[in-house]
C-alpha cells in the first residue's frame, strides 16, 4: 500500500484530503506544521508528500527546501498545494523543489487521478 | 528642477542687476539737475511699487497660502497713500502752500510708522487661520484717516523739522523707535521662518535691512535735500522692490507650482489608495476561497458516494450545492484576476506557445458541452502558429469567447478561426446565437452588465467579458465584438505575434 504524507494546518482539509485518499487505499500520515513535516517526512519515507504553502512557522516552500536538502537522491513526489491568489505560489513552489502544483480548491473528481500522475 | 523655475539664469541676474544699477544711476543724475525732480521721481517709483504690491497680493488673496504677505500687501497701500501726500508736500511742490518742510518730514514719519508697525503686526498674523481682509482694509482707512487728521485738522502731531535748526529731536528718536520695531519685525519674522520659503524669506530680510538702513540715513541729514535724504530714498526704493518680489514670486509664481505639487500628491494618494483596493479585494478573495474547499471537497466525495449510498433527491440537491459553489468560485477566481490586474500584480507568463495547438485543445474542451446543445463546432487553424505571449492566460480569453458561445447559442455552428495578419494574430469565435441589440453593445465590456433577453437566465459571473478585454490589452492586444440581433455574433481577439514589455 503506497503511503503518503499530508502536511496541511488546515483540520476541514485535513480530513477532507486524507478521507479521499485512504477511501481510494492509501494509507495517510498527517502532519500540521512545516517542521512536523519534515521530520515525519524524513523519517518515514513515504511515497508522496501533499504540502500546504502556507503553514505555520515554516512555510511549505522551506519545509520543501529541508526534505530536498535531507535525500541523499530527492526522489520524493512533493505536491505543493497553490493558492490562485497569491501570485508566483506555483512558480515558487516548483522553484524551492516540489515535483508539482495541485490548485485549491480541491476537487474530488480529479485529485486521485492527479495524484495518481506522480506515484 | 524648481530651482531652476524660480531663480532666473545666471545672466539674467546680472541683467537685472544692471538694469536696476542704471535706473538708480538716472534717478541719482536727476538729482544734479533739480533734487525736487530727483525725490518726486524716486517717491514717485516707491508709490508705484507700493500700489502694485496692494494690486497683486488684493487681487491673488485666495492664491497666497499666507497672511503675512497679504496683510502687508494691505498696508502698503497705505503706506503708498501717505507717501504722495508726502511727496506734494514736499518742499518747492507748492501744493500746500501755508505748510513749510516740517509738513512732508511728519508725512515720511507718519508713513514710517505705519510701515514699520504693519511689518510688526504681520509676523502676529501668521499663525491664524482666517483672517477678514475687508476689517483689516477697514482698519488702515480708520488709521490713515487719523493720521491725517492729526496732522492737518488738529494738528496734534509732533514737529520733525524746524526752518533753520533742522531735525526735531521728535522726529530723531523716532527714526530710532522705527529702526527698533523693525528689527523687532525682523525677529518675529525669523522666528518664523518655517511658513516662508527660502527665497522670499531672503527676499523680506534684505527688505526690511534696507528699510532700517534708510531709517537710520534719515537721521544724519540736515536739509531735507541732502545726501542721506538721497541715500535714504534709494535704499527704500531697493527695500519696496524686494517686498514687491516677494509676493510676486508667492502670488503669482508659486501658487501654481504649490497648486500642482498638491494635485501630484494627492493623485499619488489616490493611486496608492486604489491598488490598496484591489490588493485588498485579492486577499479578501483568498479567505473567501478557503471556505469553499470543503464545500466542494465535501459535496463532491458525498456525490462520489465515498461517504455512502446518496439517493435520487440528495443527488439533486448536492448537485445544486456543488454547482453554486463552483459559481462562487468562478466569481471569486475573476475578481482576484481583475483586481490583480487593475493592482498591476499580475505576473505574466511569457513564452513560446503553438496557439493553433491551444485553441485545438479548447475546441476540443468544449466538445462535449456543444454535443449536449446540438451545436456543431468549426475550427480553422493554420497547421503551425507559435506566438510568444502568456499561454495560460491566452486560453483564458478563448474559452470566454466560446463558452458565450455555447451559451448564448440554441442552434446552428460555432465557428472558431485563427488567423495570422502581419506582426499579429487573431482568433475569432462566430456563433449564430441570439445576438446583442445595438444599443447593448457598449455594455458588453462592463462588470456585472449581463444583458438580460426575456425567457433567459444566464449562468456566469458576469465579469468574463470585462476581465478577456483586460488580459487581451495586458498582453499588447483586444478584443473586438460585432453583432447582429437574433443572428448572432462574432468576437475577435488580437494579439502581437511577439508580446512586447509595455512602455511604462
Not at chain 2, 541676474?13 to 539737475?33: D, E
Not at chain 2, 439517493?311 to 490583480?340: G, P, Y
Request: aromatic share 10%; net charge positive; glycine share 6%.
Amino acid at each position: 500500500m503506497k503511503r503518503i504524507l499530508v502536511v496541511e494546518d488546515n483540520e476541514t482539509n485535513i480530513y477532507l484530503i486524507s478521507f479521499i485518499l485512504r477511501k481510494n487505499g492509501y494509507e495517510v500520515t498527517e502532519a500540521r506544521t512545516g517542521e512536523e513535516g519534515v521530520k515525519l517526512a524524513i523519517k518515514d519515507k513515504p511515497d508522496l508528500i501533499i504540502m500546504d504553502i502556507q503553514l505555520p512557522g515554516i512555510d511549505g516552500l522551506e519545509a520543501t527546501r529541508k526534505i530536498r536538502e535531507s535525500e541523499a537522491d530527492g526522489t520524493i513526489p512533493i505536491i505543493a498545494l497553490t493558492s490562485y491568489a497569491m501570485t508566483g505560489d506555483r512558480e515558487r513552489a516548483l522553484k524551492a523543489g516540489c515535483t508539482g502544483y495541485i490548485e485549491k480548491p480541491i476537487n474530488p473528481d480529479t485529485f486521485i487521478s492527479e495524484i495518481k500522475k506522480y506515484l | 528642477m524648481e530651482k531652476s523655475r524660480l531663480v532666473p539664469k545666471k545672466p539674467f541676474i546680472y541683467i537685472s542687476l544692471l538694469t536696476g544699477g542704471l535706473l538708480l544711476l538716472g534717478l541719482y543724475l536727476t538729482s544734479l539737475y533739480s533734487y525736487l525732480l530727483f525725490h518726486s521721481l524716486a517717491e514717485i517709483f516707491s508709490i508705484v511699487i507700493a500700489f502694485s504690491i496692494f494690486i497683486l497680493a488684493w487681487n491673488c488673496r485666495n492664491l497666497i497660502d499666507n497672511n503675512y504677505l497679504i496683510f502687508l500687501g494691505i498696508a502698503y497701500l497705505f503706506v503708498g497713500f501717505i507717501d504722495i501726500i508726502h511727496t506734494l508736500a514736499y518742499t518747492g511742490m507748492g501744493v500746500f502752500r501755508e505748510y513749510n518742510s516740517n509738513l512732508p518730514t511728519q508725512l515720511w514719519i507718519a508713513a514710517r510708522y505705519l510701515e514699520s508697525i504693519s511689518l510688526l503686526l504681520a509676523c502676529f498674523i501668521l499663525k491664524k487661520k482666517r483672517i477678514k481682509f475687508n476689517l483689516v482694509l477697514l482698519g488702515y482707512i480708520v488709521t490713515v484717516s487719523l493720521l491725517f487728521l492729526s496732522i492737518f485738522y488738529w494738528r496734534i502731531f509732533p514737529s520733525c523739522f524746524v526752518e533753520g535748526s533742522g531735525l526735531t529731536p521728535f522726529k530723531k528718536i523716532s527714526e530710532y523707535i522705527i529702526s527698533l520695531i523693525l528689527a523687532a519685525s525682523l525677529f518675529f519674522l525669523l522666528k518664523r521662518k518655517e511658513k516662508f520659503g527660502r527665497k522670499i524669506l531672503q527676499w523680506l530680510v534684505i527688505s526690511i535691512l534696507l528699510t532700517i538702513a534708510s531709517e537710520l540715513a534719515f537721521t544724519f541729514y540736515i536739509s531735507v535735500y541732502g545726501l542721506s535724504n538721497l541715500i535714504g530714498h534709494i535704499f527704500k526704493i531697493i527695500s519696496f522692490y524686494f517686498i514687491y518680489q516677494a509676493i510676486v514670486v508667492t502670488g503669482l509664481t508659486q501658487p501654481h507650482e504649490l497648486l500642482f505639487i498638491n494635485l501630484q500628491k494627492s493623485e499619488e494618494k489616490f493611486r496608492e489608495l486604489d491598488q490598496l483596493k484591489s490588493m485588498f479585494i485579492a486577499s479578501m478573495s483568498h479567505e473567501l476561497r478557503t471556505p469553499l474547499n470543503s464545500i466542494i471537497g465535501f459535496t463532491g466525495i458525498m456525490l462520489q458516494e465515498m461517504s455512502g449510498e446518496v439517493n435520487k433527491e440528495q443527488r439533486k440537491q448536492l448537485s445544486l450545492v456543488k454547482n453554486s459553489a463552483n459559481h462562487l468560485l468562478a466569481l471569486i477566481t475573476d475578481i482576484i484576476d481583475i483586481s490583480k490586474i487593475e493592482a498591476g500584480k499580475v505576473e505574466l507568463i511569457i513564452e513560446e506557445f503553438s496557439l493553433a495547438d491551444l485553441v485545438q485543445e479548447v475546441n476540443d474542451f468544449f466538445k462535449v458541452a456543444a454535443n449536449k446543445k446540438n451545436l456543431k463546432l468549426s475550427l480553422e487553424i493554420p497547421k503551425r502558429l507559435i506566438i510568444k505571449s502568456d499561454e495560460r492566460r491566452t486560453k483564458q480569453v478563448i474559452m470566454n469567447f466560446i463558452s458565450n458561445a455555447i451559451k448564448f447559442t440554441d442552434r446552428g455552428e460555432i465557428e472558431i478561426k485563427v488567423k495570422k495578419k502581419d506582426e499579429r494574430v487573431e482568433v475569432s469565435v462566430r456563433d449564430s446565437g441570439i445576438g446583442i441589440k445595438e444599443e447593448d453593445m457598449d455594455k458588453l465590456f462592463k462588470t456585472f452588465s449581463r444583458i438580460t433577453t426575456k425567457g433567459r437566465v444566464e449562468e456566469g459571473t458576469g465579469l468574463g467579458l470585462y476581465l478577456s478585454q483586460k488580459i487581451a490589452r495586458l498582453l499588447g492586444g483586444d478584443i473586438t465584438a460585432e453583432s447582429e440581433f437574433g443572428k448572432g455574433s462574432l468576437f475577435t481577439l488580437t494579439l502581437p505575434l511577439k508580446y512586447k514589455e509595455a512602455k511604462a
